[in-house]
């Protein structure tokens, strides 16, 4: 089987303490959506953080393109075309709109005009809105502020940690919709989501994670399919 | 007429020196701010850092004077100025560099960073005393011309018996006050690096994941407190004096007029020192002299009508201290605090 | 209790760096370096109570020690009579008039609804208040500082022992304390800081300008002495004192002087044990334990349902009391009040220094700490002075670098404290003597 585009392999690790993760395997393809779902504390969030660099670890290693990147930090990560949006304080919330994308661009020293047009394609209601502080939007448009500024690096993977937390279920369809959007332009989507049945839905991949190890792996459809799964993870 | 002589004394006594005043603590408490909004911490150093970057002035100024360099009506010391602000931010820098960079590093409290700026003010109040000439000597070094327009010209001009005086300093400060708050803002709204700085001090996190260098804000940061601290210590020693050690006792003011403007905002600190600043003249100033004009004879007041002796003017920006801390902490204009 | 070797050591090191200086400067000097060293001790040992126990900073430390030096006047001084009829009970009523005031303020403030109403109506009250004592005080005070102003010209004390005047202090500085912490405490750790600066100044300003308080810049001189402290003269006049001292290799004047001072470091040495005993007793307790809990982990002590708050203010009243002692001990020793003597570097920043470089959280470390920085303090100047010339000795007198540079001499203790401060915080952060 060939490497795939992005892979943390085997990873095993924790924030100083006790480990959390024992093990675990998460990859994505270009212009693939995988989804890490699983119960409170399987270790989702981590794995997440593992593969971008924001905890050491112990075991395994992260690969990008086939170069190894493990020891790198966020932000050289960011350089070789990862980007990351944090499930909370992912936005400057002070700034404008336009300077939150300006911001997303800070490491491009080319013209980034072509990119935030294509952000203000990919949601129009931050056009309108772009000279106004991002703190003062709702859930859902700050998510796509979020989102935004992560694609202002124009990443060829873009992580999410739980892009759907506590906004609502139109809110959250339509945000669905855009990521899909965005994985057919080619970019990889690595996503962590507590709403895993709808995640799953759009999921080219899947990952059912318990104790910070891989339980289930296939694609989303396959997992939604699957009895077992769906008893212990989807409410039936 | 009655009222306007009132009218004009009120200008000359209260109006005029409390913006001046409130130009340089807004300029003060604008210093104090982004080095709370940027490192996150309250810098108790930064009324000796004015100190040290007006000793730098002066003694610039001193050279210049030597070499038979003058300003014409204006004086020297503005020449002198971009001169004290580099080797002040050649000091901070430094002084980042060994001092507050490890505390960054190992992501210390922020009282201990306070605790630190302390031990820096021990060392940059010492560092003005060492300056040749500086010592504890009380400076005059405003040269040029005094008034723009004095009380007797004023009264010919008018016809008022009362006489209005625009000492040249007083306007001098409040124009610089406003070129430095207006490039200020340029750089912070407009400008590249003037972006990062804010959205560092917005999310820091955030920041950091967007490749934004901290150490490269830091020093930005650092620059431009220098800038400011040297531009408002320059300010008040023209229009006052200077003495290595009055610059201490402005830290309270200054520290009012930015947690009444809301600690870490830039406009709330500009408010801010003007709030202080009028609160202060006001409520120190004996106010006979005006209500004697504005009030009917029988009423005309026989004390002084002086609320406070100006010996307390530090009880002024004290109580709005408290007041604000009581009921609204964050401030005015909301800081970034808590 | 035991103490370890280790600090047993340090103190015999200070111990020998004090007899060193009596062997050049001679004992009465050094005695005097002593005495005031172990009122620092005193401070530092304050100061590490709200610093060390609570992570309290409390930047104001010179306003406290000035509250208890106008304890040591209000309680020690005559009467004067003349003072007091001319205008003391106008005083006592404007005051009671200002109080009564702001207590009425509060009252509406916490009754009413809500409101334009009640802003317009404590604005009133406030102003209404201001300007009734302004009229019954301000004649009061005049009639006050009229009275003998050359000599007095103000109320005078109680004429009580000067002793009674240490615990006075203590609860003049602890009700400011209390003000101050009801408004700054559970806020910014910043705004506790900004605020005792605040009320440090004021209480500065209060003293140099209320003649009729304090006699304001004029200073209160001749503050008796505490019991059993004899009087140099006293002592002189005693019949075989002179030729008791010169049996002893002194002359009768520096005799008397060592024998007065002596009684003020023994004085001084009791406050400091009963001082130092009570905060290790604290410390130990259930209280202690519990402040220490509170220090490391707030958030979790209040979730266990420490009131974190109230916690705090009681560590920092309790602290500032401490520090109020030592600052009526102080104006004791000196045996006047000058409030023009009172200067930040010297009272605020110097304690902090004692109590960072003899380790924050420990009451001995402060005890050393106020030894060590004392001394040092006092000492560096001539020792700067000695390094400066040595530094200078090549150069031609009168070059303007020579002059300048033995000038500077003066400024050493600032830096010398200064980097001494920032040295220690960052490769030595826990002190000589660190918190067990």
């Excluded at chain 1, 936005?91 to 080319?110: C, K």
């Excluded at chain 3, 005031?36 to 992570?55: K, P, S």
């Excluded at chain 3, 045996?335 to 009172?342: A, E, F, M, N, R």
Aim: charged share 15%; proline share 4%.
């Amino acid at each position: 089987m060939a490497e795939p585009f992005l892979i943390g392999e085997a990873m095993t690790g924790g924030y100083g303490g006790a480990d959390i993760l024992h093990g675990c395997t998460i990859a994505v393809e270009p212009g693939e959506i995988a989804v890490i779902v699983g119960p409170n504390g399987a270790g989702k969030s981590t794995a997440m953080k593992a593969i971008f660099g924001m905890l050491r670890l112990r075991k395994g290693r992260v690969r990008l393109a086939g170069e190894d990147i493990t020891g790198l930090t966020p932000q050289a990560r960011v350089l070789r075309g990862m980007g990351f949006v944090p499930q909370t304080s992912n936005i400057f919330t002070s700034m404008t709109v336009e300077e939150n994308l300006e911001m997303g661009a800070f490491i491009r020293r080319d013209d980034f005009q072509d990119t935030m047009a294509q952000v203000y394609e990919l949601f129009p209601i931050l056009k309108d809105k772009r000279s106004q502080p991002a703190g003062e939007l709702s859930g859902g448009q700050r998510q796509q502020v979020a989102v935004g500024r992560a694609l202002m690096t124009q990443p060829k993977v873009l992580m999410l940690d739980e892009p759907t937390a506590g906004v609502s279920p139109i809110v959250m369809d339509e945000l669905f919709d855009r990521i899909i959007e965005v994985a057919r332009s080619g970019i990889s989507i690595l996503m962590v989501e507590q709403n895993a049945r709808q995640a799953l839905e759009i999921a080219d991949k899947g990952y059912v994670l318990v104790q910070g190890a891989n339980r289930f792996t296939d694609t989303g459809a396959a997992l939604l399919a699957d009895p077992e799964v769906r008893r212990s993870f989807l409410g039936g | 007429m009655d009222f306007l002589n009132g009218l004009v004394t009120f200008l000359n006594f209260v109006f005029i020196p409390g913006a001046a005043y409130g130009a340089q603590l807004a300029l003060g408490a604008l210093g104090v701010t982004l080095v709370y909004g940027i490192l996150r911490f309250s810098n108790f150093a930064h009324g000796d850092t004015m100190a040290f970057g007006t000793a730098a002035t002066i003694l610039v100024t001193w050279g210049l004077t030597g070499l038979g360099v003058s300003f014409g009506s204006l004086p020297t010391a503005l020449l002198a100025l971009p001169a004290g602000i580099a080797i002040t931010a050649a000091l901070v820098l430094a002084t980042d560099r060994m001092v507050y960079r490890f505390y960054r590093r190992v992501k210390a409290a922020p009282v201990v960073l306070v605790m630190v700026s302390m031990g820096v003010m021990f060392v940059m109040n010492a560092l003005t005393r060492f300056f040749p000439g500086i010592g504890v000597n009380d400076i005059n070094f405003a040269d040029g011309g005094r008034f723009i327009i004095g009380v007797r010209e004023f009264r010919e001009m008018t016809g008022l018996q009362e006489g209005l005086a625009i000492r040249t300093t007083q306007a001098i400060t409040l124009v610089v006050a406003a070129v430095a708050v207006a490039l200020l803002f340029w750089f912070l709204n407009r400008t590249r690096t003037g972006k990062s700085m804010r959205a560092f001090s917005d999310n820091e996190d955030l920041a950091l994941l967007s490749g934004i260098n901290p150490e490269r804000v830091v020093a930005v940061t650092w620059i431009l407190v220098a800038a400011l601290a040297t531009t408002a210590g320059v300010l008040y020693g023209l229009d006052k004096s200077f003495k290595a050690f009055t610059y201490f006792q402005l830290l309270l003011p200054i520290f009012a007029s930015a947690v009444v403007g809301g600690l870490g905002n830039p406009l709330g600190a500009i408010a801010g020192g003007f709030v202080i600043a009028f609160s202060e003249v006001t409520v120190t100033y004996a106010w006979k002299r005006v209500l004697t004009w504005w009030l009917p004879e029988r009423w005309a007041p026989d004390s002084l009508v002086q609320l406070l002796g100006t010996d307390y003017k530090f009880a002024v920006s004290f109580a709005i201290l408290v007041i604000v801390l009581l009921f609204r902490p964050t401030g005015i204009f909301r800081g970034k605090s808590l | 209790m035991s103490i370890p070797y280790r600090n047993l050591m340090l103190f015999a090191g200070v111990a020998v760096l004090y007899a060193a200086t009596a062997m050049i400067y001679g004992w009465n000097l050094t005695l005097a370096i002593v005495n005031m060293a172990l009122i620092g001790a005193i401070m530092a040992l304050g100061v590490n109570m709200q610093w060390g126990y609570a992570g309290l900073f409390n930047i104001g430390v010179m306003g406290f020690v000035a509250l208890g030096g106008l304890a040591a006047v209000v309680v020690s001084m005559p009467p004067v009579p003349e003072a007091w009829a001319a205008g003391g009970m106008g005083v006592i009523l404007g005051l009671l008039i200002g109080a009564a005031t702001v207590i009425a303020a509060m009252m509406i403030w916490a009754r009413m609804p809500k409101g334009r109403a009640r802003g317009v109506l404590v604005a009133g009250v406030l102003l209404a208040g201001f300007f009734l004592f302004r009229a019954v005080f301000d004649p009061a005070t005049a009639a006050v500082e009229a009275v003998n102003p050359a000599g007095t010209g103000y109320l005078g004390g109680m004429g009580l022992p000067v002793l009674l005047a240490w615990p006075a202090g203590g609860v003049l500085a602890a009700g400011a304390a209390w003000l101050i912490g009801k408004t700054a405490l559970g806020l910014r750790s910043d705004y506790l800081a900004i605020a005792t600066l605040g009320i440090s100044e004021i209480v500065i300003a209060v003293l140099k300008n209320e003649d009729w308080l304090a006699r304001g810049v004029k200073n209160v001189t001749g503050i008796p002495r505490p019991w059993p402290v004899p009087y140099e003269v006293a002592l002189q006049q005693r019949p075989g004192f002179g030729d008791w001292a010169s049996g002893l290799g002194f002359d009768p004047a520096t005799a008397s002087s060592i024998i007065v001072k002596l009684g003020y470091a023994g004085l001084f040495l009791v406050v400091i044990l009963v001082i130092v005993v009570a905060l290790e007793l604290a410390l130990k307790s259930p209280w202690g334990r519990m402040m220490r809990a509170i220090r490391d982990n707030e958030v979790a002590a209040a979730a266990m349902g420490k009131d974190v708050t109230a916690r705090h203010l009681q560590v920092f009243v309790l602290g500032s009391a401490i520090v109020g002692v030592a600052g009526a001990m102080m104006t004791t020793l000196d045996g006047q009040l000058t409030p023009g003597s009172y200067q930040p570097l010297r009272f605020t920043f110097l304690v902090w220094v004692m109590v960072v470089v003899g380790g924050s959280g420990n009451n001995w470390g402060s005890v050393l700490g106020g030894l060590l920085i004392w001394w040092l303090w006092v000492m560096v100047e001539p020792l700067g002075l000695a390094v400066m010339q040595a530094v200078t000795a090549g150069m031609a007198d009168g070059h303007w670098l020579k002059a300048h540079l033995l000038d500077s001499a003066a400024h050493m203790r600032l830096l010398t404290m200064g980097v001494l401060l920032l040295v220690v915080l960052r490769f030595s952060p826990r002190g000589l003597i660190p918190e067990k």
